[in-house]
């Protein structure tokens, strides 16, 4: 097989950031040219990662359906295969290995396109071990060419080649295409692309290119359609959303976005990545302004040492942090925090971690996310040298996660007897007479319902906790 490289990724590249404006492309979505090949396929798409990789599916799946393709739950059924992937830690590419692996089995039976995407395919080195590995992938596309991907598909199945079109570049704010989104009535919404902070230990700027914000007015004109379809739920996303309009001329920053959209009348407003670097006093008075705007901020901190943070280069000490935390708490009366922290960053002391601990303890979260660090190519952090063994880091891990385990117990342990508002979301895993849903604080509910209250929301009795999730019972007022 031939194999076209249209555009190879190179990190130098991504790592580039010109102050230029940001170039808005409306697109003309046009299926005119592709003979009305997609009309009789089916596809199946795999997302893994953050929820910027989820809506990028939904876009995805949009485009296709546009064109006539037909989504399918099973790979063996699907005439395209699409696997969405993320990049930010060495066991989130072992899955995606894992799943491209399993392909292989299915693959001699027809003729497929199997296509690879996302985050992890921005990086070189990891594109070319893939494009070796597994030749019967057949198709690469970054996160900038998501708009292309009709045109590649249609490429690969006419010319039999195999195509690889991963650009690092500052990238676009594409606007006009369709999505196909995962929930009735539930909502994403991308407020911003990329980032510009350079987390020594992160590769998402590079993968996802620079920080550029959606015009304000598209944002908004996205929100009032989702209310007028009855959307019960939107969440506002970017990889920070407090810098959002910092690249705009329009004079409009997040607590404006914020505002703006809690006016609309979603039920329920959502927001997430907030660094702690660019929240404003005026976006904390807006959230503790709108009822809609739920009380709950997922607030990454990464570690409480001053020295970590600093060679971690997220721009604030734990003292800010703490103050931020401090100031949240004071002007949102039961605002539940939820946060991102790293252990074993290269070379963290015992001492440096026992900060760590000590933060978390101060802070009381209601829920965390606890990661390894996990060293990326290319990043600054991955050139240092590490004298901390992995069997400590795995340790401390433990102990990180016992002590938070303390405060997340505890904010559970509180709900107990009281009610709440649930957004039911599905039936639960684990007993199909259950119905499970998510509190305000972004706690799961588990309670015995009818069906037909998904998508609804009810009030619920807390009447046991677990640590990570809660039973009740549904309030008959
Ligand atoms: N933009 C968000 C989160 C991006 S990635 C923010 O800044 O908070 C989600 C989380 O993955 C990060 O908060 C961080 O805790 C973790 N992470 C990122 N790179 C990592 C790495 N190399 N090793 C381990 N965890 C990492
Ligand atoms: Fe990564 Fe830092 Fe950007 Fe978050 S703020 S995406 S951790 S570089
Ligand atoms: Fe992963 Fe890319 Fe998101 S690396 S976390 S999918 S931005």
């Known amino acids: 097989m031939k194999t076209i490289i249209q555009n190879y990724p190179n990190l130098d590249e991504a790592r580039k950031r010109q102050k230029t404006p940001t170039n808005f492309i409306e697109t003309n979505f046009n299926i005119d040219c592709f003979n009305r090949w997609f009309e009789d396929k089916t596809y199946f798409i795999r997302t893994y990662g953050c929820q910027a ?60 396109v199997i296509a690879l995407c996302g985050c992890m395919v921005e990086q070189p080195e990891i594109l070319k071990k893939v494009m070796d590995t597994y030749p019967y992938v057949q198709l690469f596309f970054g996160t900038h060419e998501i708009n292309q991907l009709l045109q590649l598909i249609y490429e690969v199945s006419q010319t039999q080649s195999r195509i690889v079109d991963v650009q690092s570049k500052p990238g676009e704010v594409i606007e006009g295409l369709p999505c196909q989104r995962t929930h009735p009535y539930k909502a994403y919404v991308d407020i911003m692309y990329g980032c510009d902070k350079f987390c020594t230990y992160c590769i998402v700027p590079y993968t996802r290119g620079k920080e550029r914000s959606r015009r304000f007015s598209d944002i908004i004109n996205e929100c009032k359609k989702l209310v007028e379809q009855n959307y019960q739920e939107i969440t506002l996303l970017g990889q920070n959303v407090n810098a959002y309009g910092k690249d705009l001329d329009e004079k409009k920053d997040f607590a404006d976005l914020l505002e703006e959209v809690a006016k609309l009348g979603i039920p329920r407003l959502r927001f997430m990545t907030s660094h702690p670097w660019n929240f404003t006093t005026r976006m904390i008075d807006v959230i503790a302004k709108y009822d809609n705007i739920m009380k709950f901020i997922h607030l990454p901190v990464q570690s409480g040492s001053d020295e970590i943070l600093k060679k971690m280069g997220r721009r604030y000490s734990r003292q800010d942090y703490l103050d931020l935390v401090e100031l949240m708490r004071q002007k949102i009366p ?68 016992e002590h938070l385990e303390i405060s997340i117990s505890a904010s559970s342990e509180n709900m107990v007897g009281k009610v709440y508002p649930v957004l039911v979301d599905t039936v639960s895993k684990t007993n199909a007479n259950m119905l499970s849903g998510y509190a305000e604080n972004n706690k799961l509910i588990h309670f015995a319902g009818p069906i037909d209250l998904i998508g609804k929301i009810v009030n619920v009795r807390v009447k046991e906790s677990h640590t990570y999730s809660l039973i009740g019972e549904l309030c008959h007022e």
């Open 334 to 401: 039961n605002l539940a925090l939820s946060t991102d922290i790293i252990v074993g960053f290269p070379n963290e002391s015992e001492e440096q971690f026992a900060q760590t601990l000590d933060l978390v303890d101060r802070v009381k979260y209601d829920s965390a996310f606890t990661f390894i660090y996990s060293p990326r190519k290319g990043t600054p952090a991955a050139n240092l040298k590490d004298d901390v063994t992995y069997e400590t880091k795995a340790k401390r891990f433990k102990t990180l996660v």
């Open 53 to 112: 990789n989820v809506r990028d599916e939904e876009t995805m799946a949009g485009m296709l359906n546009a064109a006539g393709a037909t989504r399918v739950d099973a790979e063996n059924e699907a005439d395209i295969i699409i696997i969405n992937t993320c990049a930010v830690r060495e066991n989130a590419e072992d899955k995606v290995y894992g799943q491209i692996g399993n392909l292989k089995s299915i693959v001699a039976k027809s003729r497929r």
